[in-house]
């Protein structure tokens, strides 16, 4: 298998980019990565519930009026047939997403607006409980009322639902609620390595039940080792398909390529300075690693060293994520 060729026939997909966006930030340096690792489409967060929740609007203005002014290589999309147009034009298509609702402000009128402003899957919580549910690193409370309005009107509007970052049974209860196919866009399986912020064999199985998919990331805490690496990737990756089956997998780097760089104060900085988000009894306070978004054709060549084929790496580096999309955007 010539797996450099296949890379390049194929649409690669990377659900979810871990850098904090800023409105004033130059953007060139920021996609770089994903567009010298020939990525079809990439997922941009715009929010996070530490941040004030306007800065969600803030983020995405900016980045809708500057993306085509600073990297034309990339384009804001809407659609799958625009995914698909951007890579028959040689761009990289841009969506955004938002981690946790206190991005709402308690009003569900804003998942329209968001969506329709280009954001596509969206987190109930970051770390921490809010109106809408539980975080993964607090008192477990489960999905909210409000919450439930949350998962009936994203299903309404064609948002994907995603569960990262958030506690158990919010997350049983999001899967159980949606009429739609639920993601858990960036998050490892718990079965690996014991960490707060990974998902048990339960919640993939219930994720795969919805006819979702788990993206995994490539943060070293979560992988389970100091340097992360495309083979420990791909090992968690064939931890899940194994479980649920090479359709319920992706890949969702959450890569920060500003992290070592002045610009940077994420994750060590932050931890220190905000603890509750960050607690340090996760694993927090050590040095994070992140796998580079170039690594990208990396992991596909360990998916065929391990034995996957062509149509199984076809669907965990892009078409599996794709097939959720074609079922929930609008």
């Known amino acids: 298998m010539d797996i450099s060729t296949i890379y390049d026939q194929i649409l690669?997909?990377?659900?979810?980019?871990?850098?904090?966006?800023?409105?004033?930030?130059?953007?060139?340096?920021?996609?770089?990565?994903?567009?010298?690792?020939?990525?079809n489409y990439l997922s941009i967060n715009v929010y996070y519930d530490p941040q004030p929740w306007h800065m969600a609007?803030?983020?995405?203005?900016?980045?809708?009026?500057?993306?085509?002014?600073?990297?034309?290589?990339?384009?804001?999309?809407?659609?799958?047939d625009e995914i698909d147009q951007a890579r028959a034009d040689g761009k990289t298509a841009i969506t955004f997403d938002i981690e946790g609702m206190n991005a709402l402000n308690g009003r569900i009128d804003l998942i329209q607006t968001y969506?329709?402003?280009?954001?596509?899957?969206?987190?109930?919580?970051?770390?921490?409980?809010?109106?809408?549910?539980?975080?993964c690193h607090d008192e477990d409370t489960g999905l909210t009322d409000f919450g439930a309005q949350v998962v009936d009107e994203m299903n309404r509007v064609?948002?994907?639902?995603?569960?990262?970052?958030?506690?158990?049974?919010t997350t049983m209860s999001a899967l159980e609620r949606s009429s739609d196919p639920v993601v858990f866009s960036h998050s490892n399986p718990k079965a690996l390595v014991d960490h707060?912020?990974?998902i048990t064999d339960e919640q993939i199985r219930a994720c795969a039940a919805t006819g979702g998919?788990?993206?995994?990331?490539?943060?070293?805490?979560?992988?389970?080792?100091?340097?992360?690496?495309?083979?420990t990737v791909a090992r968690h990756i064939a931890y899940v398909?194994?479980?649920?089956?090479?359709?319920?997998?992706?890949?969702?780097?959450?890569?920060?390529?500003?992290?070592?760089?002045?610009?940077?104060?994420?994750?060590?900085?932050?931890?220190?300075?905000?603890?509750?988000?960050?607690?340090?009894?996760?694993?927090?306070n050590d040095t994070f690693g992140f796998l580079d978004a170039?690594?990208?054709?990396?992991?596909a060549s360990e998916l065929a060293d391990i034995g996957f084929g062509e149509q199984e790496i076809t669907g965990i580096m892009g078409g599996n994520f794709r097939r959720v999309a074609e079922q929930v955007w609008k």
């Open 294 to 299: 170039r690594s990208l054709p990396a992991i």
């Open 12 to 39: 690669v997909w990377d659900d979810h980019a871990g850098f904090e966006m800023q409105p004033d930030v130059s953007l060139a340096p920021l996609l770089a990565p994903w567009c010298e690792a020939r990525v």
């Open 115 to 135: 969506y329709d402003m280009g954001v596509r899957h969206m987190l109930f919580a970051y770390n921490r409980n809010n109106l809408a549910g539980s975080g």
């Open 196 to 198: 707060g912020r990974n």
């Open 241 to 284: 398909a194994e479980l649920v089956g090479p359709e319920h997998v992706g890949v969702s780097l959450d890569f920060d390529p500003t992290e070592g760089t002045e610009d940077s104060d994420y994750p060590e900085l932050m931890a220190e300075d905000d603890p509750y988000y960050w607690p340090a009894d996760a694993g927090y």
């Open 158 to 169: 064609g948002m994907v639902v995603d569960c990262s970052h958030t506690g158990f049974k």
């Open 213 to 231: 998919v788990v993206g995994i990331n490539g943060i070293n805490i979560f992988l389970g080792e100091a340097d992360p690496s495309a083979a």
């Open 57 to 80: 609007i803030e983020n995405m203005a900016a980045l809708r009026r500057r993306i085509p002014l600073e990297v034309p290589t990339c384009r804001v999309v809407a659609t799958v």
